[in-house]
């Protein structure tokens, strides 16, 4: 069984940094690539980072360019994700999946975690 858990999520002013972490269980970790995903109220989810299997390249969304990062732990199974220079619009659910090669479509489409909420206040 699949299981998808984040954490690290909080309420910071603008500017301010947070470090999210997603464990997961239930498929081999280390074969896929990962992807970290937000969505606001009333907002359609978006994929904003994406990293290989190996962890050797990365991709983001231009919204988040240059202040988040995304990395990965295959030894535990944990991916991650650094934001700096918060801004309001990230606040946002954020949740992982597994994804396609290149893609933001997740391999799992049934199957996320209860996500993580981030809150950013001016």
């Known amino acids: 069984q699949v299981q998808l858990v984040e954490s690290g999520g909080g309420s910071v002013q603008a500017g301010g940094s947070l470090r999210l972490s997603c464990a997961a269980s239930?498929?081999?970790?280390?074969?896929?690539?990962m992807g970290w995903f937000r969505q606001a109220p009333d907002k359609e989810r978006e994929g904003v980072a994406r990293?290989?299997?190996?962890?050797?390249?990365?991709i983001y969304a231009d919204s988040v360019k240059g202040r988040f990062t995304i990395s990965r732990d295959n030894a535990k199974n944990t991916v991650y994700l650094q934001m700096n220079s918060l801004k309001p619009e990230d606040t946002a659910m954020y949740y992982c999946?597994?994804?396609?090669?290149?893609?933001?479509?997740?391999?799992?489409?049934?199957?996320w975690g209860q996500g993580t909420q981030v809150t950013v206040s001016s």
């Open positions: 990293i290989t299997s190996g962890g050797t390249s990365t």
């Open positions: 239930g498929y081999p970790f280390s074969n896929y690539y």
């Open positions: 999946s597994p994804v396609v090669a290149g893609t933001f479509v997740p391999i799992f489409p049934n199957d």
